[in-house]
């Protein structure tokens, strides 16, 4: 993995510190962590995009974007697409593959239901490098987050 100078990390984690803090809203498709990574969230009609460059301050000790990274943002794909279409709700459990690794570019999640239910749902998340290959793949079990009656 190439070095990168202290003053360069120095200077990138200044930019995205300064990004996240933003306007300090904590909302869907803008809030501290999503600025913080650099994460831009748009929707079509039944998926939720999220993409993002990817930047050394991302990286692995290998040099590669970190499965953290991607997982998060594969989440918040799946996360805030059910927020559009039936409100709020958490994440109940999350399994992540990932098959190959991402060392620059930009990442695009696309996050999309398997199942919708009333009760619980069934997500998927895609993520693709700039290539258009398919570089780790997420399902993952959601509770709507609905008002006490």
């Known amino acids: 993995m190439p070095e990168i100078s202290r003053e360069k990390m120095t200077e990138l984690a200044r ?12 909302m869907f498709g803008s809030f501290f962590l999503s600025r913080l990574l650099g994460f831009e969230v748009s929707y079509t009609d039944e998926t939720c995009i999220v993409a993002f460059d990817v930047m050394p301050g991302l990286f692995n000790p ?21 927020n559009r279409s039936d409100g709020p709700g958490a994440t109940l ?7 190959a690794p991402v ?11 398997l199942r ?7 997500l998927q ?7 258009g290959k398919l570089t780790a793949h997420a399902t993952a079990t959601w509770k709507p987050l609905r008002p006490s009656q």
């Not at 930019?15 to 904590?26: I, K, N, S």
């Not at 974007?65 to 996360?79: C, F, N, P, R």
Request: one cysteine or more; charged letters at 25%; a positive charge.
């Open 15 to 26: 930019l995205m510190g300064e990004r996240a803090v933003g306007d300090g809203r904590q």
């Open 62 to 82: 290998q040099g590669t974007l970190h499965g953290g990274i991607l997982a998060t943002a594969m989440d918040i794909s799946m996360g805030h697409l059910l």
């Open 93 to 99: 459990e999350m399994k992540v593959q990932y098959l």
């Open 103 to 113: 060392a620059t570019g930009r990442v695009r999640c696309e996050g999309s239901f």
């Open 116 to 122: 919708r239910g009333r009760n619980i749902s069934f």
């Open 125 to 131: 998340s895609r993520a693709f490098g700039d290539d």
